[in-house]
C-alpha cells in the first residue's frame, strides 16, 4: 500500500514559539505533497503544494512567511508553523501524490493536531 | 456556488443497510473523482479512485461517476457500525493537480 506518515501527531507549544511538522512517504517517492488545515467538523482546506526541489505555492490567504515548506527529497516534506498564535491551534494533514498508469492518487497522513496555548 | 456541492448530513442507517452517498459538481473538466473516509481525528483514507465516468466496485463499495450529469456516487452494502464516518468526495481535473473536496458527509450505522 501507500503510506504516508506524519510526526507529531500532536504537539501542544507555547504562543510564540515554532513548530515544525514532518510528512514522509514512507513506500513511495512523491514529487508533490501537499499541506491541509482542518477545523473541527469542517473539510481540508489546501494551504499550499510542496514541490520536491522548489518553492511551495500557496493559496489564497495563506501567509508563506508564517508556514514555511520544505521539500527537501522525494520522501520528506515539513511544514513549519512560526510564532505560532492560538488561532493557528488546528489539526494540519499532509498528503503524498503518487503517479499511477491512471493519473495520480493521493494519500493522507494521519494528521498532526496543534495546540497553541 | 461551490465547486463541488456535497450533503454533510448527518445521515443515519441501520446496520446491513445500502448507503448511498452523493456529490454534484460544476466543473467540467473534472477527470478524476475520489472517496474518502476520515474517521474522527484522522487524516482520510483513500477508497475509491476513478477516471472519467463509469463504475467501479471494492468489496462493498461502489463507486459511480456520471460526467454527462456532473453526479458522483458511492454505494455501501451491508453497512457496519465501523463504516461510521465521514465520507469527502474530491476530483481534479488532472494528474497531480490539487484536489477539490466536497464538504464531507457524516455517516452514522446504527447497530
Known amino acids: 500500500g501507500a503510506v504516508v506518515s506524519q510526526h507529531p501527531s500532536w504537539v501542544i507549544c507555547k504562543s510564540g514559539t515554532s513548530v515544525k511538522i514532518e510528512c514522509r512517504s514512507l513506500d513511495f517517492q512523491a514529487t508533490t505533497m501537499f499541506w491541509y488545515r482542518q477545523f473541527p467538523k469542517q473539510s481540508l482546506m489546501l494551504m499550499a503544494t510542496s514541490n520536491e526541489g522548489s518553492k511551495a505555492t500557496y493559496e489564497q490567504g495563506v501567509e508563506k512567511d508564517k508556514f514555511l515548506i520544505n521539500h527537501a527529497s522525494l520522501t520528506l516534506s515539513t511544514l513549519t508553523v512560526t510564532s505560532a498564535h492560538p488561532e493557528d491551534s488546528s489539526f494540519y494533514i499532509c498528503?503524498?501524490?503518487?503517479?499511477?498508469?491512471?493519473?495520480?492518487?493521493?494519500?493522507f497522513g494521519p494528521g498532526t493536531r496543534l495546540t497553541v496555548l | 456556488q461551490k465547486e463541488v456541492e456535497q450533503d454533510p448530513g448527518p445521515l443515519s442507517v441501520p446496520e446491513g443497510a445500502i448507503v448511498s452517498l452523493n456529490c454534484t459538481y460544476s466543473n467540467s473538466a473534472f477527470q478524476y473523482f475520489m472517496w474518502y473516509r476520515q474517521y474522527s481525528r484522522k487524516g482520510p483514507e483513500l477508497l475509491m479512485y476513478?477516471?472519467?465516468?463509469g463504475n467501479k466496485e471494492d468489496g462493498r463499495f461502489t463507486a459511480q461517476v456520471d460526467k454527462s450529469s456532473k453526479y458522483i456516487s458511492l454505494f455501501i452494502r451491508d453497512s457496519q457500525p465501523s463504516d461510521s464516518a465521514t465520507y469527502l468526495c474530491a476530483m481534479s481535473p488532472g494528474g497531480g493537480n490539487k484536489l477539490v473536496f466536497g464538504a464531507g458527509t457524516i455517516l452514522r450505522v446504527k447497530s
Open positions: 476513478t477516471y472519467s465516468s
Open positions: 498528503s503524498a501524490d503518487r503517479a499511477t498508469l491512471l493519473g495520480n492518487e493521493q494519500f
